[in-house]
């Protein structure tokens, strides 16, 4: 452990040898192709289905009547938010379609192609209904109702309130405020989501290959909504090209294939094209934000308010809802700073548009931008350097009991620690003669800075009181096997993150193996036990853990063998290089011999009961609903006052999370994230119509950042090993997104300040960068 082992499939998977989804064939295969909703919001009049049927190749076309006989409709619904009532969902649309791109009509055929030929002889006659595209017409009172199941377009409405801060805004020095846009955006995965499911008839079985991050959690939902045993299905995660939360939910048509598999009891796949994908994926991110800050005068923070207005879309993501992006949004603000004072909202509505789901951190980036800009203008208003401010206003998080004024927990953190890396890793004070100097010329720089917290390992007491069945234990089954090899069944899930490499090191760093000698075995339900997958930052935090310990357990018992045929203590005996050494350092025997003689000649070991030699251990923290990581980030970036462009030039993230088990897996992480985090502030954006008809729904239209407009991101660590758990690692997946946008937001308006122009809306395109300034007091310019 701690060493930079490559991630150990990425030779195989750069050499185009993956097997994902979409690269597995059965015989009889067939494929779906689905007709969608050409309105955001429609009345589906009637059906026509005979054209399509009559074509040669097509199987079945099937409606929601249909796929209502094998599927149950679903609807979200949390237990302590019984306010936010989704409406019930089908497969495919049943009477009424709410948003462009709902499938409506599924069509069968033995290829592709003849299904999306066949699609197009589907004749359907609409009556459009009004459109709710936006969410200040969600949110008006005389508002048309998203779907007609509906009472009311609001899902969500809550609000606390920490100490007491009207006083404080009362008596504040300065008091800064600052309304906040956040277009909403999609993951855009390498790999689209696909699902291959098969349905034997003969002994009542569904197995479905899934692009997903949690196989577990889809078994539960498919058989719960198929009507079968859960001993009766079977989910397996092959080789996932990327996921960032987008696949982590039920989706309607992967539901539909599911049960075209078992209504036709035939192999059904369905993969989702590039164009489809904007229109289909969830979506995440739409908010309003206004935010206020109460500060004194030697630059204490006093007090802060929020209040968002987050965008849901057509439905509530199933099983988890879309609460999460404005409940973190809130509730996440200010967690890294001393703060007594606080007064937060979040409304969330439903909107003629895709469901808003999970994207990477989940609401984390909106509440980091929030606060740093706040804080920024602050420190503006008070002539006080932007990093001396959050200097002084670090929370003071040594213990593991400390909360922010949103009731985050905040336990054992560095950030004073990560400030002071951060800003020699940077060389801040030469960056800001040169950024004076430059500015003399007529080049505008700017340097912005974005401390965060980063919630990781997330435990049972998020979604247990919600009564949402997403597990969130991890479980890892280590077995010897006769030749000395170790198998490591992992109920964790790896999309890319290195996950399996991370878990190999643990356990042959902890049984004293070469990592040559453990295999990781993950994604399939069969095979592996049961657990939460991959999300939240919890990989190696929790499923490492459970490596940790069950190779300990292992190891015990590999030990109590050896010291039965040496005729020693097993407490003087060590392992290394698969080697069992006596108490003097003399080599004894293999771990292959004690495995050869436990398995084939078990009678000769001197011992009452021979120990297991396969382990299972599970963990999920109880203590605390998670565990905080921390760190602070930095941008460098320069605006063209001319043109409204913004190049990044810089790039820097000092993260703490805690012991680091692969430096070269959690930078690349960090890395990755920071590129999420650029892209959400400068390109990322679905553009809607003010008819609810989505614009960009191309990657020649929705921007991407590519390789030429990242800057070098130069990474480094505090190590600050968390005591929830014996391994010390905390989770790292979101921690680069959580705080990059905000680093740019912070940055791109400090180059601005000249001319007293602040940006408002993300992204921050050419055009909006010229609107700003051409808004600007022409005093200031």
Not at 72 to 79: D, F, G, V
Not at 88 to 114: D, K, N, T
Request: proline letters at 6%.
């Amino acid at each position: 452990m701690g060493a930079p082992v490559p991630r150990r499939e990425a030779s195989r998977l750069v050499a185009g040898k993956g097997r994902y989804t979409d690269d597995i064939d059965v015989a009889g295969l067939l494929h779906v192709a689905f007709v969608r909703s050409p309105y955001p919001h429609a009345r589906i009049d009637t059906i026509d289905v005979e054209d399509a049927k009559a074509m040669q190749g097509v199987v079945a076309v099937l409606t929601a009547d249909d796929l209502a006989a094998v599927c149950a409709p679903w609807q979200t619904r949390l237990a302590l938010l019984p306010s936010h009532v989704s409406p019930p969902q089908m497969p495919l649309a049943q009477g009424e379609a709410c948003w462009q791109g709902e499938a409506v009509v599924a069509i069968v055929a033995g290829s592709r192609a003849l299904a999306e030929d066949a699609a197009e002889r589907v004749d359907i006659t609409w009556s459009e209904l009004p459109v709710v595209p936006d969410l200040e017409t969600a949110a008006a009172p005389d508002a048309p109702m998203v779907n007609g199941a509906m009472t009311s377009n609001l899902g969500l409405d809550h609000n606390f309130v920490a100490g007491d801060p009207d006083g404080a805004f009362r008596d504040a020095a300065v008091v800064v405020e600052h309304d906040f846009a956040f277009d909403r955006q999609t993951g855009v995965t390498l790999e689209p989501r696909v699902i291959l499911a098969e349905f034997d008839p003969r002994v009542g079985e569904l197995t479905v290959h899934h692009s997903h991050q949690v196989p577990h959690q889809m078994r539960d939902v498919f058989a719960a909504q198929l009507k079968l045993p859960l001993s009766k299905v079977r989910v397996v995660t092959p080789d996932v090209g990327g996921a960032f939360g987008l696949k982590l939910a039920a989706y309607p048509d992967e539901m539909a294939v599911a049960a075209i598999a078992v209504l036709l009891g035939k192999p059904v796949k369905y993969c989702v094209d590039r164009l489809e994908a904007f229109i289909s994926d969830n979506h995440a991110r739409e908010a309003k934000v206004r935010g206020r800050l109460a500060v004194a005068g030697d630059g204490t923070l006093l007090a802060m308010e929020v209040s968002v207005v987050s965008g849901f879309g057509a439905y509530s993501a199933y099983p988890r809802g879309s609460v999460g992006e404005g409940l973190q949004a809130v509730h996440m603000s200010a967690a890294p700073y001393r703060l007594a004072n606080f007064r937060g909202r979040v409304r969330g509505y439903f909107q003629n548009k895709p469901p808003s789901g999970v994207l990477r951190a989940v609401g984390q980036p909106i509440a980091t931008t929030v606060t740093e800009q706040l804080l920024d203008l602050a420190a503006r208003k008070l002539d006080l350097d932007p990093a001396e401010i959050r200097r002084r206003n670090y929370a003071d998080a040594a213990t593991v009991t400390s909360r922010s004024a949103g009731g985050i927990v905040l336990s054992e953190l560095s950030l004073e620690r990560c400030h002071e890396r951060l800003l020699a890793l940077m060389d801040y004070e030469t960056l800001r003669r040169e950024q004076t100097s430059l500015r003399k010329r007529g080049i505008h720089r700017g340097i912005g800075f974005a401390a965060f917290i980063e919630q990781t390992a997330v435990g049972p007491s998020l979604y247990g009181p919600q009564n949402v069945r997403a597990s969130a234990q991890e479980t890892c089954r280590l077995t010897l096997e006769a030749d000395g090899g170790v198998r490591c069944a992992t109920s964790i899930t790896d999309q890319g993150q290195g996950t399996r490499t991370a878990l190999a090191q643990i356990v042959a760093d902890e049984l004293g193996v070469g990592i040559e000698t453990v295999d990781i075995a993950t994604g399939d339900t069969q095979s592996t036990p049961f657990g939460g997958g991959a999300w939240a930052s919890r990989g190696t935090a929790l499923g490492g853990e459970a490596a940790l310990r069950a190779a300990r357990r292992l190891k015990d018992s590999v030990l109590a063998i050896a010291g039965s045929l040496l005729q020693t203590d097993a407490g003087a005996l060590t392992v290394r290089n698969g080697t069992i050494y006596s108490a003097a350092g003399l080599a004894q025997m293999t771990i292959a011999d004690i495995a050869a003689a436990a398995c084939f000649s078990a009678h000769t070991v001197p011992l009452t009961e021979l120990p297991p030699l396969e382990i299972t251990e599970s963990f999920a923290p109880r203590e605390v609903p998670y565990v905080a990581a921390n760190g602070i980030q930095a941008a460098h970036v320069e605006v063209d006052p001319e043109l409204g462009t913004i190049r990044v030039l810089d790039f820097w993230v000092v993260d703490d999370c805690g012991r680091v088990i692969n430096p070269l897996l959690v930078d690349e992480q960090i890395r990755g994230g920071v590129v999420q985090g650029i892209g959400a502030a400068l390109y990322e954006q679905c553009i809607y119509s003010a008819d609810g008809q989505l614009e960009n729904g191309s990657l020649a239209d929705y921007l991407v950042p590519m390789a030429g407009e990242m800057p070098d991101i130069h990474v480094a660590h505090m190590e600050t090993p968390t005591s929830a758990t014996t391994l010390g690692a905390r989770g790292v997946g979101e921690a680069g997104t959580v705080g990059g946008a905000a680093a740019i937001w912070t940055a791109v308006n400090d180059a601005l300040s000249p001319f007293g122009a602040v940006m408002t809306a993300q992204p921050f395109t050419p055009e909006r960068v010229l609107d700003r300034l051409e808004a600007a007091e022409p005093a200031a310019r």
